[in-house]
Each structure stands twice: as C-alpha cells, then as structure tokens.
C-alpha cells in the first residue's frame, strides 16, 4: 500500500474514534477556534505538537520550522504570531526544540547543505553568543544537548524582542512565554524554566515602546 493512502484510511478512522468518543467532535469545532497557547516547535516529523501534548484539534494554534527559530524578518512567524497574540488571544506561547535536532546540529558543522544554510546560520550565532560556555563542554553529545537549549532561550529572547509580544505585555499582561526542550529518546518535555512575561526587564535597547499605548 502506498503511505498517502495509509494516510487517508487513518484519517477515516481518527474520524471514526473521534465521532466514538464525542458525537459533537467536529460540529463544535467547526463553529470556530479559541486556543490557549502558540506553539513553535520543529518541522521534525518526530515532534509533532498535539501528539505529545496529548492535545486534540483546537487547543494548539501551532507554527514549525526548520530548528523553532524565531526570526524578526521572517513574515510567516511573525503573521502567525500576530494573529495568535492579538485575534486569538493566547495566554501562552511555547517555544518547543528537541534534542537531536538536525537543524542545531548541521549549525555546529561547516557542511554545506543548500538554501538551507542560510536559515542554519541564525543558529550559529546563537554559537557565537554562547562560545564560551559550549567550548567548555568536551563531550560533543552534551555540547549539542547544551546547543538545542541555549538555541530555545534565545528564541523565547527573540520572542521578547518583537513589537507584537511588547504591546500585549503593555496592553494585557499576556502573554507568558516559555521555553521547553522534547526528547525524542523518552518522550518527555523539559521546562527549561527561562520563561518571560510583562514584568521582564529587557535592555533599553530592545525595548519597543509604543507611543500610542504609552
Ligand atoms: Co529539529
């Protein structure tokens, strides 16, 4: 059997299961979606959002790419975060790597890979800023370990940065940001305790002040 229709008989009977458990499954969500929290996880096929939440349809508004970058001129997370913050109102947005992860790990090598090197090379500055502590680590597993964590902090960091997140802080205290690291070896999350909220004190010149909202 080819994948695509192994793909659309699951489909059939995720559908079956679900109706099984609550007959008002797709009725209720096909009257709109009012989820708590954005995700930004890894395209990484081993790490899809509601699966190893255990969430369902509705609860996870969700954006992955390469390495869970958050990058200030990339539109795609920055409509989706805009759209999560202000029309969907989360209360939480979750910046989730994993361990493992090929797009840190191409960042720490010198090989060529493509168009895809330009993305990577925002990982390698993570390197740079935190070249000190990962040169320090001689174990290569840990020193990569070290990077897919210090490459999720940043990101909540980024997330900071952007005008979208500091206006919501002004305007409605939310939302809280977290960082957290999968593991594709046991399954579990790790909370790597670096959240920011409206109280988070940023340098002055990261602050984003609005005239309007002042
Ligand atoms: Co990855």
């Known amino acids: 059997m080819e994948i695509y229709q192994k793909l659309l008989d699951g489909n059939k009977a995720w559908v079956a299961k679900r109706l099984q458990e609550d007959p008002t499954f797709f009725e209720r969500l096909s009257k709109g979606q009012s989820p708590q929290v954005l995700w930004i996880g890894c395209s990484d096929s081993r790490v899809p959002a509601n699966e190893i939440t255990g969430t369902l349809p509705g609860e996870i508004f969700v954006h992955r790419n390469i390495a869970n970058m958050v990058i200030h001129t990339d539109m795609n997370m920055l409509s989706v975060l805009d759209y999560a913050v202000n029309v969907l109102k989360v209360r939480h947005v979750i910046v989730c790597g994993h361990y493992g992860c090929g797009g840190v790990q191409a960042a720490m090598g010198s090989q060529q890979f493509g168009l ?55 305007t409605r205290q939310l939302p809280y940001i977290h960082g957290w690291v999968y593991s594709i070896k046991d399954g579990l999350i790790r909370d790597l305790k670096v959240s920011m909220d409206h109280t988070s004190k940023l340098p002055p010149y990261f602050r984003s002040e609005n005239p309007v909202l002042a």
């Open 116 to 170: 895809i090197d330009n993305w990577i090379r925002h990982i390698k500055d993570v390197y740079r800023l935190h070249e000190q502590e990962l040169e320090s680590i001689s174990d290569p597993q840990a020193r990569f370990d070290r990077l897919v964590e210090l490459n999720v902090m940043e990101q909540v960091f980024d997330l900071s940065k952007t005008s979208i997140i500091q206006n919501a802080w002004k």
